[in-house]
């Protein structure tokens, strides 16, 4: 599978965007997907990921509430809903997928096998 990460961009603080990372290919309801981020200098960080079904997700503590992850398996693309943005949440967001991946590796990014190529988030007034 094919990943590419789009919707990024600038947002004041308190803002919102909504990320998107459209899939090729007909297996994408095979692959739990995630959503990650890399801030200069710092390692790449797990944000969310959600079940094949859609009907499970996970969240990093500092981004519960704020962020939402979603997938539309017929349109083959996952989403990363964010609101109340704040300056450090500035970064390249990843998404990421992978069919064999299991439940206590999702928050792993040396699990995944297949990324899409970043986009970039900055929050800033």
């Known amino acids: 599978v094919q990943l590419q990460a789009f919707g990024g961009g600038l947002v004041q603080p308190g803002g919102s965007l909504r990320l998107s990372c459209a899939a090729s290919?007909?297996?994408?309801?095979?692959?739990?997907m995630a959503w990650f981020r890399q801030a200069p200098g710092k390692e790449r960080e797990f944000l969310a990921a959600?079940?094949?079904?859609?009907?499970?997700?996970w969240y990093k503590d500092s981004v519960k509430g704020r962020f939402t992850i979603s997938r539309d398996n017929a349109k083959n693309t996952v989403y990363l809903q964010m609101n109340s943005l704040k300056p450090e949440d500035t970064a390249v967001y990843y998404c990421?997928?992978?069919?064999?991946?299991?439940?206590?590796?999702?928050?792993?990014?040396?699990?995944?096998?297949?990324w899409g190529q970043g986009t970039q988030v900055t929050v800033s007034s």
């Open positions: 959600i079940e094949r079904s859609g009907g499970n997700t």
């Open positions: 290919g007909r297996t994408f309801n095979r692959y739990r």
């Open positions: 990421a997928g992978d069919s064999a991946i299991i439940l206590s590796s999702l928050r792993d990014s040396k699990a995944y096998n297949y």
